[in-house]
């Protein structure tokens, strides 16, 4: 049993562990709660970033939870856990790359995520130092699909495996010599089919097929022209259609956009005829009630790249931006709103080179602009999250060029976007950010406090200004050290603590500052660490390290609080008497 620990508590003077229950609402008036005050005014703001690193580097760590990790993979002394590692939709079990048997040569396993029983191998031995490509679970949690050089050295084909082990069950047909299937395979919604490209019938062309999860015959999906080399690929939200690229004549070269059955039937042409030179990019999305497609194609301008939208089935593509500038794009970063029913885009579209952020219904009509730029040079960059209201929050240096800030605005427009994160110090930037599942909260990664530790911090979407907190006073070093539990409650990330081991710590959304340590340092050899960590379901952790033996990569498990409201730390105040 390991404890956690908090970083950036109340005053011990104020508050301890023992006494968490009785004198909360000191700890509200002193101590953390006196520190969030005195953050929401900005003149102070970097004096008490000052004070909070320094708590975090000199307070003595106060036992809050107790937390049990668990070790899920064995494997001799050369064993490594492969980075690839994907937790079921139902969290209750991992899958994941090792070379257990062999040095060098993968296989796959799945084990429960709480260590209740060992590992189990439900691949062949797969050849020696093969890369891995492509790995899913399907939705209800019992099949595993993978692609690997299992049968034959060299050759990559798909395969499907129960998740609790049994015989593979290969599911491309025979290949060309040379021949491969390649990893950007997908399972429809229901889980029933998978579909893939490869080389089937001629080395080096790829075709769209489909198959049925447990195996059967593959269907060829784009048609029967000769040298198709099929390029992306989705699958509607209603599984009934795949939508891809290909190029059908290999010496124009040009990606044209089309839409099949699943099942197979006639392949649709979704684009309208290209100019020379023109091509769809792989850049489009279906929206999520599965009538358009929206994609990004030179289709009427060599090297103008426009926004068209089209019926899924087929129809007369529309053209969704404004009339463009010499020299204007529209922006590969564009997002359909989570109702289906707008597009919101970024393009040069009212002058050349400065780009401003727009909101458009899917079907066409008029466009409207979302953002404001206020200086010379000011832009918007991707990436857009729109929460489920149709609220837009996106990076702009829009007050100050060069500076890039975060913002929220209405797809819709009717109001001026609203500056979300706090004063910026010189030479610091919003890194990046991700909307929690209620898409109340935005967090985002920033050197808020000093440019050079980038901390983690949340605001509310829609504001207002001087609304945002630091959620922890530790260093976040990169994009993916972090992530946002899919219950909505908590962060999870991975931080060295100024010069400790790289570990997993928690950070309660709600309650800004209130940082636990997961695993302890003291179970991790000196200089190793946590690489990589998925958050399942239900908020069990399982995370990637060499914390047993260093540079020996292995899994481990955290299981999922069974309380958030403050049973573990003694916290009773949020107690009710009635049942929900």
């Not at 390991?2 to 002193?30: D, I, P």
């Not at 708590?55 to 001799?76: D, F, N, Q, T």
């Not at 599984?239 to 070269?253: I, K």
């Not at 409201?565 to 049942?579: H, K, L, P, Q």
Request: charged letters at 15%; one cysteine or more.
């Amino acid at each position: 049993m390991r404890t956690m620990r908090a970083t950036a508590t109340a005053t011990r003077s104020s508050c301890c562990g023992s006494c968490r229950s009785t004198c909360r609402s000191s700890c509200r008036t002193s101590g953390l709660g006196r520190l969030q005050e005195v953050w929401r005014e900005p003149g102070n703001r970097v004096l008490v970033g000052v004070l909070l690193i320094a708590a975090s580097v000199v307070a003595a760590p106060e036992p809050i939870a107790a937390s049990e990790w668990r070790k899920l993979s064995m494997g001799e002394l050369f064993s490594d856990v492969n980075s690839t590692y994907e937790i079921s939709p139902d969290g209750r079990t991992v899958v994941f790359f090792q070379d257990h048997t062999v040095n060098g040569s993968l296989e796959i396993f799945s084990v429960p995520v709480d260590g209740s029983a060992p590992q189990v191998a439900i691949s062949g031995l797969l050849s020696p130092l093969a890369a891995v490509t492509g790995l899913q679970i399907a939705p209800d949690s019992n099949t595993v699909v993978y692609t690997a050089s299992q049968d034959t050295p060299g050759v990559w084909e798909l395969y499907s495996v129960p998740i609790a082990g049994g015989l593979p069950v290969k599911l491309n047909g025979t290949l060309a010599a040379d021949g491969n299937v390649w990893g950007n395979f997908q399972l429809s919604p229901a889980g029933d089919r998978v579909v893939y490209r490869a080389d089937h019938e001629v080395d080096e062309v790829f075709d769209l097929f489909s198959v049925g999860i447990d195996g059967g015959p593959s269907i060829k999906l784009n048609g029967t022209l000769d040298d198709t080399v099929v390029l992306d690929l989705q699958i509607s939200p209603a599984g009934d259609r795949v939508v891809y690229t290909a190029v059908q004549d290999p010496l124009s070269s040009q990606v044209y956009l089309y839409s099949a059955p699943i099942t197979g039937g006639m392949a649709v042409q979704l684009n309208e005829a290209m100019v020379p030179g023109g091509s769809v990019q792989p850049h489009f999305a279906i929206d999520s009630n599965g009538g358009r497609v929206v994609y990004l194609a030179d289709q009427e301008t060599d090297d103008l790249f426009e926004l068209f939208s089209v019926p899924l089935t087929g129809g007369a593509p529309v053209k969704l931006n404004g009339t463009l500038p010499a020299g204007g794009d529209v922006s590969p970063s564009f997002q359909i709103t989570p109702a289906g029913d707008r597009v919101v885009y970024i393009a040069d579209q009212l002058l050349d080179n400065a780009f401003d952020l727009f909101g458009v219904p899917i079907a066409g009509g008029s466009w409207v602009e979302l953002s404001a730029n206020t200086v010379a040079g000011g832009d918007v960059t991707g990436p857009l999250l729109i929460n489920s209201v149709g609220r837009v929050v996106y990076r702009a240096d829009h007050d100050s060029d060069g500076v890039f800030e975060l913002y929220g605005v209405r797809s819709t427009g009717g109001g001026p976007p609203v500056k979300l994160n706090g004063e910026l110090p010189d030479n610091a930037d919003i890194l990046d950010f991700q909307l929690s599942p209620d898409g109340v909260w935005v967090v985002y990664r920033a050197g808020q406090i000093a440019a050079v530790v980038p901390q983690l911090f949340r605001a509310p979407v829609v504001g207002p200004p001087g609304a945002d907190q630091p959620l922890s006073t530790l260093p976040v070093q990169n994009a993916d050290h972090w992530r946002i539990d899919p219950r909505g409650d908590r962060v999870i990330a991975l931080s060295s603590a100024f010069g400790s081991v790289v570990r997993p710590w928690q950070m309660r959304l709600v309650a800004p500052l209130a940082t636990e340590e997961l695993v302890d340092e003291s179970v991790f050899p000196r200089a190793g660490g946590v690489t990589s960590f998925s958050i399942g379901p239900d908020g069990s952790i399982v995370y990637r390290a060499d914390q047993d033996s260093f540079q020996i990569l292995e899994l481990y498990s955290i299981p999922a609080p069974l309380f958030e409201d403050g049973f573990e730390s003694g916290d009773v105040t949020g107690w009710t008497t009635s049942a929900p």
